[in-house]
């Protein structure tokens, strides 16, 4: 005879155990990656020096405080931090002498460093400031990225500038094991969720800002338990270095664009600086909901992403009489944050055309990682028309018009009711993509198919 198990219920701790195993690159894969990377910026140092070039090198972000979680391709950066000049009109006239050159120059000369290297072929990134990305091999993908050494955070000429100092403060910071598996815990929590990546097409967490999260509340559990307890509404604030006495003097002393996200969070290396400025009160939300849920009902569920399942949205909204559009868009722009950003703005614009006319539903935007964007609406139709009916004197009639007609109204002494014309959702965008042309254009969309 068969005994029946009875089934328990894993606590949260016995689950994140069970999550780190799998979401913690094993020690070989952080050797071999380390290896990987010294050797290649050993040789970019070489090749600076013999370019006579005033610039060092360092490893920057999660590779620099080994807070990795585990992928099929993992991606690292590689800053090279140039000295600032005193005087650049002064330093213009000397460049020749000591090739040190000018803030605008910088990706230029680093650019020049990475071609004397052998079997490296450098992709520019444009963008405030031009970087490049380089495929070492197919599991690991660099970016070089150019910075002014700036000895006060208040001379960074660029966000990227401040990465030393943040490197500089979280290696100290993170001595033991057991806050750096914490931290991994966080970040595949995020990026299962899709909340995880300071892009403007996401506004979610960086990687910087929950490794000091995670840091200052001593675990991932008691972050989200922080996180959950928040009304509606409510700001979490965390000021690590204690630089501000209250909140009252965080809201006076910083500007007000950077206390408008709904975590303040007081970078330790500048003070005036917000290190969750961009964060998105939807993304927030998203993170405090799923934050709650995995607190309740803990699951390895939590930090396994899941694939949008436009075949499950589809039959839904048929189930409930609902129109269902799926459309790619594609722009000419530059993959990454600039495509990302633009493909997200013209999905907003269409959410406010589509208003004017259509109830949505549900909606749902997921950029592709190149130049496109898969957009997803669920609608009902606004567009209605007004039958005019009998007299209501004209009882015969009026109860046959009530009957076809549950919404009939009487005014001025005669029966009227509403009737929805259903109108498509893809008939209703291919009329106004057809007067819309500039506008996509101006949008720097180049394409949108149903």
Request: proline residues 2%.
């Amino acid at each position: 005879m068969k005994k029946n198990k009875a089934s328990t219920k894993l606590t949260s701790k016995e689950v994140l155990k069970k999550v780190l195993e799998k979401v913690q690159p094993s020690e070989k894969e952080l050797k071999e990656t380390e290896k990987i990377v010294k050797d290649f910026t050993s040789r970019l140092d070489s090749s600076l020096k013999s370019l006579k070039l005033d610039a060092q090198v360092f490893v920057g972000g999660s590779l620099a405080k080994k807070t990795l979680i585990k992928k099929d391709k993992y991606d690292g950066d590689i800053f090279v931090r140039f000295e600032k000049q005193k005087d650049e009109k002064k330093a213009s006239n000397k460049q020749s002498k000591n090739k040190k050159l000018a803030k605008q120059n910088i990706s230029e000369l680093t650019y020049k460093a990475l071609t004397k290297l052998k079997s490296i072929t450098p992709k520019v990134v444009h963008g405030s400031r031009d970087y490049f990305q380089i495929q070492i091999m197919p599991r690991l993908c660099l970016e070089i990225i150019p910075v002014i050494k700036a000895g006060n955070p208040k001379q960074a000429e660029n966000i990227t500038d401040l990465s030393y100092h943040h490197v500089k403060y979280l290696t100290k910071k993170l001595k033991d094991k057991k806050i750096i598996q914490e931290i991994i815990l966080a970040k595949a929590f995020c990026h299962a969720q899709k909340v995880y990546g300071a892009e403007s097409y996401i506004r979610g967490f960086s990687g910087y800002s929950l490794e000091l999260l995670v840091y200052y509340y001593k675990s991932f559990t008691k972050l989200l338990e922080a996180v959950s307890k928040l009304k509606k509404g409510e700001k979490l604030i965390v000021d690590i270095e204690k630089y501000y006495k209250n909140k009252n003097q965080i809201f006076m002393d910083l500007n007000e664009s950077k206390t408008k996200s709904p975590v303040i969070l007081i970078d330790p290396t500048y003070k005036q600086r917000n290190a969750l400025a961009t964060l998105s009160e939807e993304v927030f939300e998203k993170f405090k909901e799923k934050a709650q849920e995995f607190l309740k009902n803990p699951s390895e569920s939590f930090f396994e992403k899941q694939e949008l399942n436009l075949s499950e949205i589809k039959s839904l909204a048929e189930k409930r009489n609902l129109d269902f559009l799926l459309a790619e868009a594609e722009t000419p722009k530059q993959e990454g944050d600039i495509a990302g950003s633009k493909l997200l703005k013209f999905f907003n614009h269409l959410c406010f055309e589509m208003q004017k006319r259509f109830e949505i539903k549900d909606k749902g935007f997921e950029y592709l990682q190149n130049k496109k964007a898969i957009y997803f609406f669920v609608v009902k139709s606004k567009k209605k028309i007004i039958l005019t009916g009998p007299s209501e004197k004209d009882s015969e009639n009026v109860t046959r018009f009530k009957a076809e007609h549950k919404n009939s109204f009487v005014k001025s002494g005669r029966l009227f009711a509403e009737q929805e014309i259903p109108e498509k959702l893809k008939d209703y965008l291919s009329v106004w993509l057809a007067k819309n042309k500039q506008k996509m254009n101006e949008m720097d969309i180049s394409e949108l198919r149903f």
